[in-house]
């Protein structure tokens, strides 16, 4: 079936510095990618819709400066958290739609832990 | 102003018994709906969908009930398996193509 990788699943940097998360479609074409966002016992929040060859659109509320999203080709988005801070410590999660089970449904990577110290 | 609620944030089962987990929304424009599954440190799993125009969806011992006049939906799983303790997000979307609106979650535990 379809799948979402992401890498790296965890990092731990320090703050100022630049992070980048990788989220690739391995065996499907993707136009359109999402970042979610997730805080410990909160929901995923979507952050942004990546569209390859164009810019990214972002959810209110959410720094298109400091989340720098990039959908180079079909098959791969980044998102580079720029100059990191502890507050921006979480669980990054991408997706990209795929039919599974007959439905039209959002297909999750398995998540990048990010840990700003 | 959360439009997809999931009021209960965790629930306890015992094996072999049913598991029902609630969802409201409050968007009126939502017409399609998903279940997640999540482990810890892992992303979100589908499970199962339903689209507005139905009230029932079965997938193995996955039931989704669509209640649209309530704005309410429910995820059954029966019989509850000890391999089902995980965290279930519900999920609303406009058309379906619109991005997803995700509930806070229910973590469940099936206790053997």
């Known amino acids: 079936g379809a799948v979402v990788s992401q890498h790296p699943s965890w990092v731990i940097c320090k703050s100022g510095t630049s992070v980048k998360i990788e989220c690739r479609s391995l065996?499907?074409?993707?136009?359109?990618m999402f970042w979610y966002r997730q805080f410990p016992k909160q929901s995923l929040m979507l952050m942004a819709t990546?569209?390859?060859?164009?810019?990214?659109?972002?959810e209110q509320g959410v720094e298109k400066d400091k989340f720098l999203i990039n959908h180079a080709s079909l098959t791969l988005s980044t998102l580079t958290v720029t100059s990191a801070h502890p507050e921006d410590s979480s669980f990054y999660i991408c997706?990209?739609?795929?039919?599974?089970?007959?439905?039209?449904?959002?297909?999750f990577g398995a998540g990048s832990r990010l840990t700003v110290l | 102003d959360q439009q997809v609620k999931q009021n209960s944030p965790s629930l306890s089962v015992q094996e072999g018994r049913i598991s029902i987990l609630n969802c409201d929304y409050t968007?009126?424009?939502?017409?399609?709906f998903l279940w997640y599954k999540k482990y810890p440190a892992e992303g979100p799993t589908f499970l199962i969908s339903?689209?507005?125009?139905?009230d029932k969806n079965e997938d193995g011992r996955f039931t989704v009930f669509l209640n649209k006049s309530a704005k309410h939906l429910s995820l059954h799983i029966v019989p509850s398996q000890p391999g089902d303790s995980a965290v279930y997000f519900c999920?609303?979307?406009?058309?379906?193509?619109?991005?997803?609106?995700f509930g806070k979650g229910t973590r469940l535990s099936v206790i053997a």
């Open positions: 990546s569209n390859e060859g164009s810019k990214a659109t972002y």
């Open positions: 999920a609303a979307s406009e058309s379906g193509n619109t991005p997803l609106v």
């Open positions: 339903i689209s507005s125009i139905k």
């Open positions: 997706s990209a739609r795929v039919q599974a089970k007959g439905a039209n449904v959002l297909t």
């Open positions: 968007n009126s424009m939502f017409d399609y």
């Open positions: 065996d499907f074409q993707a136009t359109t």
